[in-house]
């Protein structure tokens, strides 16, 4: 079957720390995996994505390299901001499929 | 331009009750979807929809959750006799074509549902 399994949050860090946060996942065939940020208030946002094996996704800062030898994703950031505290989603879904499979979301406090 | 957009935003319920949840996408979109997220969880696949028709239904939990999008953009995710074990939020997502995961999904802000 299909899963993905996040580290537990929540992640408290001081603001201009490295940031990691870990995901695995377990999957038929090969997949594209995703990372999704939601901020306080709002919905769900494309952060980053990485459509097959050793492909990086990147954005606003944030990396996540595809590993389909360990089958994880793990998210990174070299200085994270204040700005940065929210709730992050792994994500793995399979080309021509639609449906998405979320891990449980890992909550960032980034304190000033 | 808007996003999409949900309502309500919460809405309170007794056991027994029939609900409906309404979901706006983004203008010309044609793949709607539907997610739960239960406390603690990451959202759960529930259904899509790509134009009038549901392509994939087989997150619905039972035959008391039902969707329809009759005109091919505002969906409805309708709940007969609820149960405290449906109290989640749901979440409403939708993309400019459902053909690939390559396609973004773009999601709305979620209807709180409490079942008391």
């Known amino acids: 079957g299909n899963s993905v399994t996040q580290m537990e949050g929540p992640v408290t860090l001081s603001e201009e720390a490295f940031l990691t946060?870990?995901?695995?996942?377990?999957?038929?065939?090969?997949?594209?995996?995703?990372w999704y940020v939601q901020y306080p208030g709002e919905g769900l946002q494309l952060l980053l994505k990485a459509t097959k094996a050793d492909d990086k996704g990147s954005n606003k800062?944030?990396?996540?390299t595809y590993r389909k030898e360990t089958t994880s994703f793990h998210l990174e950031k070299g200085s994270v901001q204040v700005s940065d505290?929210?709730?992050?989603?792994?994500?793995?879904s399979h080309i021509n499929f639609n449906k998405f499979y979320f891990g449980s979301g890992t909550k960032l406090n980034v304190k000033p | 331009g808007a996003g999409v957009s949900q309502?309500?935003?919460?809405?309170v319920?007794?056991?027994?009750?029939?609900?409906?949840?309404?979901?706006?996408?983004?203008?010309?979109?044609?793949?709607l979807y539907w997610y739960r997220q239960s406390l603690g969880q990451g959202p759960e696949f529930l259904i899509y929809f790509q134009g009038t028709g549901a392509a994939d239904d087989s997150g619905l939990p039972n035959d008391r959750f039902f969707a329809v999008r009759p005109e091919g953009s505002v969906s409805t995710l309708k709940i007969q006799r609820?149960?405290?074990?449906?109290?989640?939020?749901?979440?409403c997502a939708s993309s400019a074509s459902g053909t690939s995961v390559y396609n973004e999904q773009f999601f709305g802000p979620g209807t709180r549902l409490t079942v008391l």
């Open chain 1, 21 to 34: 946060i870990n995901c695995t996942y377990t999957a038929t065939g090969y997949p594209s995996l995703f």
């Open chain 1, 61 to 64: 800062g944030f990396e996540a």
């Open chain 1, 85 to 92: 505290s929210a709730v992050y989603f792994c994500a793995l």
């Open chain 2, 7 to 11: 309502t309500p935003s919460n809405k």
């Open chain 2, 13 to 31: 319920t007794e056991k027994g009750k029939y609900v409906e949840l309404r979901c706006d996408p983004i203008s010309g979109h044609t793949a």
């Open chain 2, 82 to 91: 609820t149960e405290r074990g449906d109290s989640a939020v749901y979440l």
